[in-house]
C-alpha cells in the first residue's frame, strides 16, 4: 500500500519560493501505475489542486497557478517536489501530496494522500 | 474550468438519519468523472466515491452516490457518529475541480 509523506520549511517569506517534497513508500514513482500530485487547503477553507506529473515528466497545473509552480520527480529518492515561486500570504495553507492510479483509458480522482503539512507565508 | 457548487453548506442531523448532499456543475462532466471525499479535522480528506457512484475501497455501502451530467449526489443512509464531517465532491473529467464543502454536523 502507498504511504505519501510531505516535508519542507514551515515559514516562508513573502516573495520567496515555497519548496515541498514528497517521499513515496510501498510504491515506485517510476511505476507507469499512478499520477502523482499536489493540493493545498487555506485554513479553514476548501481543497484546491495545485497539479500533478507522470513518471515521464509530464506535468499539469491549475491554470491559476501555472505561472508561479513547478512539479518535479526524482526517481533516485522516490521523492516528487513541488516549488511554488513569488509567494504571499495568500498561498498560506495545509500543502498535500496525493496519488492517483492509472487506468486506461479511464481517469481516477487520488486515493492516497499523505497527512499534510502546514506552511505559513509570513516575515 | 468546471466550477462545483454544492448544498447546503451545513447540514444539521441526528445519528440514524439520512443525509443528502448535492453538487453541481457548471458544465458537463465527462464520463461521470465525479468523486466524494470526507474529511475530519486535522486530517487528509478520504476517498468515498469515484465514477459518481462507485464506492472506493473499504468504504462502508452505508455511503452511495448517483447523478451524472451536472447533478450529482451522495447520500448517508443511516448516519453514525464517524459520519460527521466535511464532504467535498470534486470532478476530474477536465484537469481537477473541487467544491466549497457540506459539513455534516450533529444535530
Known amino acids: 500500500q502507498l504511504q505519501l509523506q510531505e516535508s519542507g520549511p514551515g515559514l516562508v517569506k513573502p516573495s520567496e519560493t515555497l519548496s515541498l517534497t514528497c517521499t513515496v513508500s510501498g510504491g515506485s514513482i517510476s511505476s507507469s501505475s499512478y499520477y502523482w500530485g499536489w493540493i493545498r487547503q487555506p485554513p479553514g477553507k476548501g481543497l484546491e489542486w495545485i497539479g500533478s506529473?507522470?513518471?515521464?515528466?509530464?506535468?499539469y497545473y491549475n491554470p491559476s497557478l501555472k505561472s508561479r509552480v513547478t512539479i518535479s520527480v526524482d526517481t533516485s529518492k522516490n521523492q516528487f517536489s513541488l516549488k511554488l515561486s513569488s509567494v504571499t500570504a495568500a498561498d498560506t495553507a495545509v500543502y498535500y501530496c496525493?496519488?492517483?492510479?492509472?487506468?486506461?483509458?479511464?481517469?481516477?480522482?487520488?486515493?492516497?494522500w499523505g497527512q499534510g503539512t502546514l506552511v505559513t507565508v509570513s516575515s | 474550468e468546471i466550477v462545483l457548487t454544492q448544498s447546503p453548506g451545513t447540514l444539521s442531523l441526528s445519528p440514524g438519519e439520512r443525509a443528502t448532499l448535492s453538487c453541481r456543475a457548471s458544465q458537463s462532466v465527462s464520463s461521470s468523472y465525479l468523486a466524494w471525499y470526507q474529511q475530519k479535522p486535522g486530517q487528509a480528506p478520504r476517498l468515498l466515491i469515484y465514477g459518481a457512484s462507485s464506492r472506493a475501497t473499504g468504504i462502508p455501502d452505508r455511503f452511495s452516490g448517483s447523478g451524472s451530467g451536472t447533478d450529482f449526489t451522495l447520500t448517508i443512509s443511516r448516519l453514525e457518529p464517524e459520519d460527521f464531517a466535511v464532504y467535498y465532491c470534486q470532478q476530474y473529467g477536465s484537469l481537477f475541480t473541487f467544491g466549497p464543502g457540506t459539513k455534516v454536523d450533529i444535530k
Open positions: 496525493a496519488s492517483r492510479i492509472v487506468v486506461v483509458p479511464a481517469a481516477m480522482p487520488y486515493d492516497y
Open positions: 506529473i507522470y513518471y515521464s515528466g509530464s506535468t
